[in-house]
């Protein structure tokens, strides 16, 4: 079964659902490379910055609107974000320390 959280954002409770793997490959993969593209972010002021990210956001979270952001607290956008991540990735993060650790004793045995 997919996991799922609700997290409020200006009052509205926003339901993340996990997303399968074909859909984080062809949809969601792509439009984040979009965000992290330097060209796009490149020289711009952080004043400049903050709109693209609201319609990003608006763009992930379809239940929620631009107004709605700017009404939000940044704890609830993070949250947002947070519950994603959460929701989506969480078995990476379970083996990511295992992983990190491993290639650190690695590193520390080549020495």
């Given at each position: 079964?997919?996991?799922?959280?609700?997290?409020?954002?200006?009052?509205?409770?926003?339901?993340?659902?996990?997303s399968?793997?074909?859909?984080?490959?062809?949809?969601?993969?792509?439009?984040?490379?979009?965000i992290?593209?330097?060209?796009?972010?490149?020289?711009?002021?952080?004043?400049?910055?903050?709109?693209?990210?609201?319609?990003?956001?608006?763009?992930?979270?379809?239940e929620?609107?631009?107004?709605?952001?700017?009404?939000?607290?940044?704890?609830?956008?993070?949250?947002?974000?947070?519950?994603?991540?959460?929701?989506?990735?969480?078995?990476?993060?379970?083996?990511?320390?295992?992983?990190?650790?491993?290639?650190?004793?690695?590193?520390?045995?080549?020495?």
């Amino acid at each position: 079964m997919p996991r799922s959280k609700i997290v409020t954002v200006n009052g509205k409770s926003i339901t993340i659902k996990e997303s399968k793997i074909k859909e984080l490959k062809e949809d969601v993969i792509p439009r984040l490379s979009g965000i992290t593209d330097s060209k796009g972010l490149a020289g711009k002021e952080v004043k400049d910055i903050i709109p693209i990210l609201e319609s990003k956001l608006v763009e992930f979270f379809p239940e929620i609107t631009e107004a709605d952001i700017e009404e939000a607290y940044p704890s609830e956008i993070e949250a947002l974000v947070e519950a994603w991540i959460e929701v989506n990735f969480t078995g990476l993060k379970k083996i990511y320390r295992p992983v990190l650790a491993l290639a650190k004793m690695g590193l520390a045995k080549s020495v």
